[in-house]
């Protein structure tokens, strides 16, 4: 599938240049072109790929804190400037935009969504959102951010991918430490998705392509992916074994989005030397896949790459019903509650002490 990136956002562009480099490590050649869009200079100026500084006039190039309204209303003002950027970047040969943000921050929550549906106006391709979501120890005002900008994201995508920033990575690490090689997960996993298609290495029957992508993602709302791998044995025969085990870890211990299994679209690529990958496996695992998820749409295709290994991809559809999705929601709406609550201090007065005078 041939995509076209755009960051948006601090999160937004340190993986957006992540999956570029991925992809270009690899050879796929699915990324098309990465733009990094962000109303915080120092954010953008630490990145190779291409870069659009947004709001000069509100903020001067020194971001929006943690205020994703103030985001939206600048995204809303200075959108134009991105898709000037993007002339000439979206061709005849791109199957589809995809929007990187960190959903709890500012620029990148409250841009993302108001970036998407203009996209959607002008582009007739589909217009997907990637979207991170604040790990359980993160604040309440990057929940509180996250809650409204899903909502928001989901309605003005085609479809919106969720990474949880909890789901990859070490449980000792802190998540800030985390973000490098969560961000390297991510351009791994979602970057072997986005190639599926892309690199034909024997063509097959079975090959997996970008319009399958496409459809298992066309009912839109929110979309996870889990991933697996596995050396390969020389014997497709004892790979039978290998790959249904790898489907299901996938599905169940790699995913983006814990706990999130029951889907209402589904699509299985197996990545793999094409010797290795045994027919009767990846049967075995597709409807493995259907009983685990409900779904009588489960696409299954191969990705053919030269590797001594045997990698499961699993792309689920419509799962804004899932129980992680549900609890992510429940936390946003009470860190807002608790927000609403709490009385409004006036600065002055906690910092009455009389045993000091004031300077004047
Ligand atoms: P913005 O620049 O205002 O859009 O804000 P950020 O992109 O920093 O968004 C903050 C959210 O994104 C928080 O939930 C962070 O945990 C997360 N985040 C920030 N940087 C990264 C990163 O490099 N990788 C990942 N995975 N998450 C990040």
Do not use: C
Not at 117 to 141: A, C, F, K, N, Q
Not at 166 to 172: G, P, R, T
Not at 318 to 328: H, I
């Amino acid at each position: 599938m041939k995509v076209v990136l755009i960051g948006v956002g601090q999160a937004g562009g340190r993986i957006a240049q992540s999956l570029a480099e991925f992809d270009l490590d690899m050879g796929f050649d699915a990324v098309m072109g990465a733009v990094a869009v962000n109303t915080a200079k120092a954010d953008l100026s630490s990145l190779d790929i291409d870069t659009v500084l947004v709001g000069r006039d509100r903020v001067k190039g020194h971001g929006v804190g943690g205020d994703n309204e103030l985001g939206a209303e600048i995204m809303q003002s200075d959108v134009t400037e991105v898709t000037d950027a993007l002339d000439g970047r979206v061709v005849a040969e791109t199957d589809a935009i995809v929007l990187v943000a960190g959903l709890g921050g500012g620029t990148g929550s409250g841009g993302a969504p108001v970036l998407a549906h203009e996209l959607r106006r002008v582009y007739d391709i589909p217009v997907y959102g990637l979207g991170i979501l604040p790990g359980r120890s993160e604040g309440s005002i990057y929940q509180i951010n996250a809650g409204r900008s899903l909502k928001t994201l989901v309605r003005e995508t085609d479809a919106t991918l969720l990474i949880d920033n909890d789901a990859w990575h070490e449980s000792d690490e802190s998540v800030e430490e985390a973000f490098t090689s969560i961000n390297e997960e991510i351009a791994r996993r979602i970057g072997t998705l986005l190639a599926s298609g892309e690199v034909i290495e024997g063509v097959g029957e079975s090959v997996v392509d970008a319009s399958e992508v496409i459809n298992t993602l066309k009912e839109g709302g929110i979309a996870s992916m889990g991933y697996a791998s596995a050396v390969a044995s020389e014997d497709p025969a004892e790979n039978i074994n290998t790959v249904t085990s790898l489907a299901r870890n996938a599905l169940l211990t790699g995913t983006s989005l814990p706990d999130a299994v029951e889907a209402d679209a589904a699509l299985l690529v197996i990545v793999g030397d094409p010797e290795h990958i045994p027919r009767k496996g990846v049967e075995r695992a597709r409807r493995m896949l259907e009983d685990e998820t409900g779904s009588l749409q489960v696409r299954g295709g191969d990705f053919p790459l030269e590797t001594d290994k045997l990698a499961a991809v699993v792309l689920l559809s419509g799962v804004e019903r899932s129980r992680r999705v549900d609890e992510f929601m429940e936390r946003a709406r009470e860190a807002q509650e608790k927000q609403e609550a709490a009385p409004q201090e006036d600065p002055s007065e906690a910092f009455q002490n009389d045993e000091l005078e004031d300077l004047f």
